[in-house]
């Protein structure tokens, strides 16, 4: 056993734990074919991102997780790493050559590709020391990089087996485009949201005809690349114009009147403008009815192929084209409008749908296998509900647009021939033409969408494609833990990532949990400000004070709010359990070893409550529930060994009878060891610290808690007739101190007690807690009421009456003059009270709720006077 300090100071333990952790290889995860695995894969974090309350939130989850299923005896593996990060990182490094006056294209694409390098091994760590600092207890042997060697085999791997499956494509297509990001984007990289605009209503004069058709466009300036009107075929108003071309306002250009049945008839005009380059609807139709296609806008979403309008931003061209329209009469007119805009999840800006050559992946052969396995339960969502969105995602889910316009990530393995124009698409490096012998190559320019990579993080981490023995132990993994934001980006390609490379589902079970939102229930952002630094929270609270607030607000799917002063109750919780282990420590003699023989009443109490806090803290887990778990355990801790059953031992530690003592300090330790394993997955290093001072040897040291066996659930430790026979004398308890505070009684006063009860042997093994915890002088039982009740307080619980006489618990002659001056007071305010109501004049004049409240008040003051002058009475009669 090692003394422990007299205070708790994270700051100082924390990473010397960790360190001991690592030294001791405690994270490894070990195949052991006599175990059973549990392998999680982090949520790769960004390699530019800093540790924030959502990393905090996910990663305290997993490493509880972990945790316990190690202290279980499982060959547990939580694999590290992070993500390359495509958009987000080429950002970061264009922004500091910005400040330096230059672009990537002053350095080119090798050398501005080692620039990035460079960065990621200069801050690219810092996200991974944060990890470590909040007590993540992840395999670091193991750390891998979206871009590493084998992550990259397997991208080229997979990329190529889906093109020979013909499932990977090329074409053009209308995809999402960033003006400022300057790249395509996929369907769930668009997030939509409301905003105010215009609705202008357009006419277009049919050709050789007094007649025109309205059509109504939110975006006006995409009218510059309509090529067709389209109207329902079953539209008698425009049955006659079907075949008819009409005339493109401000550009001149003649332009077909097609029948096709996507329009709705019903709405607005019923005429629709059809603009193939800019629209994935009328996309769709241009390719039915061979519809020309122009492209209107360029990569910075300026006007081009528009004629004067060249060169113009897109609103700066709306602008000038309404302005013209209105000129030319063509402006019908305008509506304000509320619509849903697709906009960048990385920087906000408005998307612009657009024609562009870009590389797909076809969804729908891919999405069966993947609806399969989580309708058949295969793979399980915590909470449920979000098995609806999964599917209703994944049964209209359109293909992948896999092609990004960036220089840093995993660049396409295609290579174009100017020979002979075939695409050699190979798993090495081409160096000549497959078809032609041509050396004459370029490769594609672009790379792939970070969530390529990141779709096969189950697998790839452990080796694929190469048949490992880790693959074949370690996967699928058990359980991925995830916020619910991130279901369509990340969650849903792993699965038919899985499914279509490794024939098996890639997880067991997917945890999602919700949002940190701030105490208003605001969503955090560096705009609004009201982001917390989970860092700074770790250096002045400790790890194990953030980690066991954010676990106890936890429910799965749900978000959650933040309050910091969580983290100082939390840390205050720490202390206490510092202290109580103190406590523990320094009434042991070091030779305590497992329970005694015999067991005492609140022995047997607390072995009880904590057997049934075990069976229910680990279903709990099991069901993931970790935030009522935690919750158990910290009033289990608090209250119940804490503030009650150390109390409880101290008139057997301080008795002088040494087996009486002896049965005290075993019961403590075994108690308080149990209590260390089960909160050790929430409050990793304030429990390990403890345990290494409680169980060290004569070297001082001690086996790591956390390799411990997590506790079980032991039926010869339930004494379901004891644990009640203790509760009934703590509610005695309870009640007498209540008693007491309701009349300001001293600790030192120890007045007499008549315990009148039907079950006098509880009361009598609990004489000493009485005295002790109720601060009682003389203990009686009796079966009967006593004759001079009426001069007693009384307490009453379920089990008992229990009587002190009032002359012992006050001091008669003051709480005489104290009464006395207090019904004097209220004789006045009822005489007042009275006299106001009686005057004619207030009864009639004041509002008829004033009068009432005022009769209230004076029937309240009299209750109060008699209840006062009965007490004044009986305690006349006692002086």
């Known amino acids: ?109 090798e050398k501005f590709i080692e620039l990035v390098w460079d960065w990621k091994k200069k801050y690219g760590g810092r996200i991974v020391e944060q990890l470590k600092s909040l007590g993540s207890s992840c395999d670091w042997d193991r750390e891998r990089f979206t871009m590493d060697e084998g992550c990259s085999r397997a991208v080229r791997e997979v990329f190529v087996s889906l093109y020979e499956k013909g499932l990977i494509y090329k074409g053009n297509r209308i995809i999402n485009w960033c003006p400022k990001c300057t790249t395509a984007l996929s369907d769930a990289e668009v997030e939509y949201e409301e905003k105010p605009g215009k609705l202008w209503n357009i006419r277009y004069p049919v050709k050789d005809s007094d007649e025109y058709v309205v059509v109504a466009t939110t975006r006006p300036e995409t009218m510059l690349g309509d090529t067709g009107v389209a109207v329902h075929p079953d539209d008698e108003r425009y049955t006659h114009l079907v075949g008819k071309t009409c ?248 699965i038919f990532s899985g499914m279509e490379h490794m024939k098996e589902v890639p997880f067991r079970t997917v945890l999602f949990h919700g949002l940190i939102r701030d105490a208003n229930g605001k969503k955090m952002s560096k705009s609004a400000g009201n982001g917390i630094d989970p860092i700074e929270m770790i250096e002045k609270f400790g790890a194990d004070a953030l980690r066991i607030n954010i676990i106890t607000g936890n429910s799965p799917g749900n978000d959650m709010r933040f309050y910091v002063e969580r983290c100082e109750a939390m840390r205050n919780f720490a202390n206490k359990i510092w202290n109580a282990s103190r406590f523990v420590m320094m009434n042991l003699k070091g030779d305590e070893a497992g329970l005694p023989a015999e067991l005492a009443l609140e022995d047997k109490w607390i072995l009880s409550k904590l057997n049934a806090l075990i069976k229910e803290v680990t279903d709990n887990i099991e069901r993931f529930e970790l935030g009522i778990a935690a919750t158990k355990l910290y009033d289990f801790i608090w209250d119940s060994f804490c503030d009650w059953y150390i109390e409880l031992t101290k008139p057997r530690l301080n008795s002088g009878d040494e087996a009486a003592a002896d049965g005290a300090r075993r019961v403590l330790k075994y108690t308080l060891i149990e209590i260390l394993k089960l909160l050790h997955p929430f409050m990793p290093f304030i429990t390990e610290e403890i345990y290494q001072g409680l169980c060290a040897d004569e070297s001082g040291e001690a086996e790591p808690l956390m390799v411990q066996s997590w506790p079980a659930y032991d039926a010869a430790l339930d004494f379901p007739s004891d644990e009640a026979d203790m509760e009934s004398l703590m509610e005695a308890i309870k009640a007498v101190r209540a ?46 009421t006593p004759a001079d009740a009426a001069s007693m307080a009384a307490a009453v619980t379920s089990d008992a009456h229990i009587y002190i006489p009032l002359a012992e618990l006050i001091d008669v002659a003051a709480e005489i003059k104290r009464v006395e001056k207090e019904l004097a007071a209220g004789r006045t305010n009822l005489e007042r009270l009275t006299a106001k109501l009686n005057n004619p004049g207030f009864v009639s004049k004041a509002p008829e709720q004033v009068v009432a409240a005022e009769r209230e008040k004076a029937e309240k003051q009299a209750s109060v006077i008699a209840k006062l002058e009965e007490t004044l009475k009986t305690l006349s009669a006692m002086a």
Request: charged letters at 30%; one cysteine or more; hydrophobic letters at 35%.
């Open 247 to 494: 005339i493109l306002p401000l550009v001149g250009r003649e332009i077909p009147i097609i029948a096709d049945e996507y329009v709705e008839r019903d709405f607005g005009t019923g005429c629709v403008k059809m603009t193939p380059c800019h629209d994935p609807n009328d996309f769709e139709v241009g390719k039915r009815h061979g519809l020309e296609e122009i492209l209107i806008l360029d990569g910075d979403a300026k006007i081009i192929n528009g004629g004067k309008y060249n060169g113009l931003d897109r609103y700066e061209a709306r602008k000038v084209i309404v302005e013209d329209l209105e000129k030319g009469g063509y402006l019908v007119s305008i509506e304000d409008h509320i619509h849903n805009v697709g906009t960048c999840y990385r920087c906000g800006t408005d998307v612009e749908p657009i024609t562009s050559a870009q590389w797909f992946v076809k969804m729908k052969p891919l999405a069966k296998e993947a609806i399969r396995v989580v309708e058949d339960g295969s793979i399980k969502f915590v909470p449920d509900r979000f098995s609806k969105t999964y599917m209703n995602w994944m049964n209209g889910v359109r293909d992948w647009c896999i092609s990004r316009q960036l220089w840093w990530g995993h660049r396409i393995p295609a290579w174009y021939c100017a020979d002979c124009g075939h695409v050699t698409v190979s798993r090495e490096d081409a160096t000549k033409c497959e078809k032609c012998g041509s050396a004459n190559i370029r490769q594609d320019e672009d790379v792939l969408d970070t969530w390529f990579s990141s779709a096969l993080w189950p697998f790839s981490t452990l080796g694929w494609p190469d048949k490992t023995e880790d693959l074949a132990y370690f996967y699928p993994t058990s359980v991925l833990v995830t916020g619910y934001d991130i279901i369509f980006f990340w969650v849903a390609r792993m």
């Open 1 to 109: 056993m090692k003394e422990l300090s007299k205070t708790y100071d994270p700051s100082i333990v924390e990473k010397r734990i960790y360190d001991m952790w690592l030294e001791k290889g405690c994270f490894r995860g070990v195949r052991d074919p006599e175990k059973k695995p549990f392998t999680i894969v982090i949520p790769p974090p960004n390699v530019t991102g800093q540790l924030h309350l959502g990393h905090a939130f996910d990663e305290t989850l997993q490493d509880a997780l972990v945790r316990v299923k190690r202290m279980q005896g499982y060959a547990a593996l939580w694999i590290p790493g992070t993500d390359h990060a495509g958009i987000a990182t080429q950002i970061k490094v264009e922004e500091m050559l910005r400040k330096e006056g230059k672009t990537r294209y002053d350095y080119g694409r």
């Open 739 to 784: 008693l007491r505070a309701e009349k300001n009684v001293p600790p030192s006063k120890k007045p007499a007690m008549i315990v009148v009860t039907g079950k006098p042997e509880i009361f009598a093994k609990g004489e000493a807690f009485l005295k002790k915890l109720a601060y009682a002088g003389e203990v009686t039982l009796a079966s009967e």
